[in-house]
């Protein structure tokens, strides 16, 4: 009996090394993990009342990793000339691969008329509006879920 016990002992040590050894793998991928690069592309007015306004926003996900990232969701808030546009989240899940980038459209719904009059104030239309994203990027798999962003530009206005 003694023998079986020290083949059990063994046995479940070899499995805890194997265990140990596959969580480290896994921790030093996600320690090497960069956040994706987010801009936006395009703002277009879509509709705006007095109660109002629907933005559609192009945005585009640059992934500087080595591995796709399989992107369940991104959570954003988006700020223009340091007053907050609208919040939100997409729609639709979409693979960024690796080393590559992805483009997608979301609309931005908003009540703030007050604030976009300043934007386009005295009937001119400026020709780049200021921006700034943050949020996170919500991915469908791997040990990290959640990826937080916080990125600003400039963008031209169509």
């Known amino acids: 009996m003694p023998e079986l ?24 991928s996600v320690k090497n993990l960069e956040a994706p690069k987010l801009s936006v592309v395009s703002l277009r007015m879509q509709s705006a009342d007095i109660f ?8 585009r996900v640059v992934n500087p990793n080595d591995r796709e990232l399989p992107i369940q969701a991104i959570s954003y808030r988006i700020e ?7 919040e ?6 979409f693979v960024v691969p690796a080393k590559g980038e992805a483009e997608f459209d979301m609309t931005v719904t908003t009540n703030l008329a007050s604030s976009l009059s300043k934007f386009f104030a005295r009937g001119t239309k400026p020709e780049a509006l200021d921006y700034r994203l943050v949020g996170s990027v919500a991915l469908s798999s791997g040990f990290l879920r959640r990826i ?6 400039s963008v031209k206005l169509k």
């Open 5 to 28: 016990r020290a083949s059990r002992i063994g046995l479940a040590s070899t499995w805890l090394a194997v265990l140990c050894v596959t969580l480290l793998a896994g921790c030093a």
């Open 52 to 59: 109002a306004q629907r933005v559609q926003v192009r945005m």
């Open 80 to 86: 223009v000339n340091e007053t907050q546009l609208g």
């Open 88 to 93: 939100g989240e997409t729609d639709t899940a």
């Open 148 to 153: 937080p962003f916080d990125e600003r530009g």
